[in-house]
């Protein structure tokens, strides 16, 4: 065996974890579900490699690294006749509110600063780690979290903005 029993004690540890992360980066559910499997599948296949030092940084890097190149391919849309009905969701409760507030700010931002964002905030990882990572700069992950979370910013007053008015 190659540890299967270890790795999949592995997937329900960080499952949950690694698709919250997937659906930050992502902004969709589907899509969220379907890169933290990539993820695993990827990690399964490096486990005898990977199984002894961090598998966890592993997946988290994998899956950041197939989220950028999702957003690298082009984009694919087909004309129709008929526009589709926008989708309603109901203001249920000021964590739908905000969460959805979160998803549509993280959408604004490029492919690198919403990596670094989620990488930096969501994981907590220190500058030299999320540069490592992302095979970037510290000053790129620095100047890149500083040029993200100014724009956050921008659209948290524009909000407050619109809950006051």
Same mark, same amino acid.
């Not at 379907?34 to 890097?61: E, L």
């Not at 999702?70 to 000021?94: C, F, G, N, Q």
């Not at 490592?132 to 000053?139: D, M, N, R, W």
């Not at 620095?142 to 724009?151: D, E, G, P, Q, V």
């Given at each position: 065996?190659?540890?299967?029993?270890?790795?999949?004690?592995?997937?329900?540890?960080?499952?949950?974890?690694?698709?919250?992360?997937?659906?930050?980066?992502?902004? =969709? !559910?589907?899509?969220?579900? $379907? *890169?933290?499997?990539?993820?695993?599948? #990827?990690?399964? @296949?490096?486990?005898?490699?990977?199984?002894?030092?961090?598998?966890?940084?592993?997946?988290?890097?994998?899956?950041?690294?197939?989220?950028?190149?999702?957003?690298?391919?082009?984009?694919?849309?087909?004309?129709?006749?008929?526009?589709?009905?926008?989708?309603?969701?109901?203001?249920?409760?000021?964590?739908?509110? =905000? !969460?959805?507030?979160?998803? $549509? *700010?993280?959408?604004?931002?490029?492919? #690198?600063?919403? @990596?670094?964002?989620?990488?930096?905030?969501?994981?907590?990882?220190?500058?030299?780690?999320?540069?490592?990572?992302?095979?970037?700069?510290?000053?790129?992950?620095?100047?890149?979290?500083?040029?993200?979370?100014?724009?956050?910013?921008?659209?948290?007053?524009?909000?407050?903005?619109?809950?006051?008015?």
């Amino acid at each position: 065996m190659r540890g299967d029993d270890e790795f999949a004690d592995f997937v329900r540890s960080c499952s949950a974890r690694l698709t919250h992360a997937a659906y930050l980066l992502t902004g =969709d !559910r589907h899509q969220a579900e $379907d *890169a933290a499997q990539t993820a695993f599948t #990827r990690t399964y @296949a490096a486990w005898p490699r990977v199984r002894r030092k961090n598998p966890y940084a592993y997946a988290r890097r994998v899956l950041a690294n197939h989220v950028i190149d999702i957003w690298r391919r082009p984009l694919r849309e087909y004309a129709t006749e008929e526009m589709p009905e926008p989708a309603k969701v109901p203001d249920i409760s000021h964590a739908v509110t =905000d !969460r959805e507030w979160l998803s $549509d *700010a993280l959408s604004r931002l490029t492919a #690198r600063e919403r @990596a670094v964002v989620v990488l930096r905030h969501f994981f907590d990882l220190p500058e030299h780690q999320v540069a490592e990572e992302l095979g970037v700069s510290v000053g790129t992950v620095k100047s890149t979290n500083s040029r993200a979370l100014a724009k956050l910013r921008v659209d948290g007053d524009a909000l407050v903005g619109e809950v006051s008015a």
